[in-house]
């Protein structure tokens, strides 16, 4: 039964740990085409803004379902982070 606990909590902190390695190795500004904007894609625009709304919209929420409105924040940051 502890193993179960050990690979479930891997499983959750893992995504975090390559997402962060991923960020610091990322070059904060890289080089886009002549004439390309950033975030040109509408999905990425989609995801970042479904992900803003999924990390404040538990904030607003009455205090008794908050909690069950956590996966929605990871998920949340999931989407900010990535696009």
């Known amino acids: ?3 179960i606990a ?3 909590a891997f ?6 740990m390559f997402e962060t ?9 890289p080089a ?3 004439g390309a904007r950033a975030l040109s894609r509408p999905g990425s625009r ?9 990390v404040t919209v538990p904030l607003m929420l009455p205090s008794d379902v ?3 409105t956590f996966g929605f924040v990871w998920l949340g940051f999931v989407l900010l ?3």
């Open 46 to 54: 989609l995801a970042i803004l479904v992900g803003a709304a999924f």
């Open 11 to 16: 499983a959750t902190i893992w995504p975090a």
């Open 1 to 3: 039964m502890a193993a």
């Open 32 to 34: 886009l085409p002549r």
């Open 6 to 8: 050990y690979a479930w």
């Open 66 to 68: 908050r909690p069950w």
């Open 21 to 29: 390695a991923a960020l610091l190795g990322a070059d904060p500004f």
């Open 81 to 83: 982070l990535d696009p």
